[in-house]
């Protein structure tokens, strides 16, 4: 469950939160809160790595050959500094993507394998707007 809190209050879920208590059996539970994060959701890896093992098969490599690959032509670039001070450019890995940067990542991997000839499974259009809805609700 996603609550938010504000100054003190939760301003999101509470209404989630109050209505699921009564419905609970009577005993000990545990509660434990995490920082909502907005990286890539578990959906968007499991399809990516579903993607990949059947591009992989059409091409004859493996599924982590074909991410390297993908990574590199596709993945969000960006700039830190060495330890000699210079700039160093780096490709983001889908771990570090946010949820919006990896739905165009995976757009993009997805357009690579139609060039291909590869069809691939598509997850259901509201399943991909729920997640990014989800994600974009947390950022505002």
């Not at 959906?43 to 093992?53: G, M, P, T």
């Not at 596709?74 to 771990?95: E, H, I, M, N």
């Amino acid at each position: 469950m996603k609550i938010k809190v504000e100054v003190g209050k939760i301003t999101v879920g509470r209404h989630e939160l109050r209505d699921k208590i009564p419905k609970l059996d009577d005993g000990y539970y545990r509660i434990k809160i995490d920082k909502w994060k907005d990286s890539r959701s578990l959906d968007q890896n499991a399809l990516y790595w579903k993607w990949l093992s059947i591009i992989g098969e059409d091409l004859g490599y493996y599924k982590e050959e074909i991410h390297e690959e993908m990574i590199r032509m596709f993945a969000p670039t960006y700039t830190l500094r060495g330890l000699d001070g210079k700039p160093k450019q780096k490709k983001l890995t889908t771990s570090k993507m946010k949820v919006n940067q990896m739905h165009e990542f995976m757009n993009r991997v997805d357009q690579f394998a139609a060039e291909q000839g590869i069809v691939l499974p598509q997850p259901d259009n509201e399943l991909i707007e729920s997640i990014v809805n989800e994600f974009d609700a947390v950022e505002q």
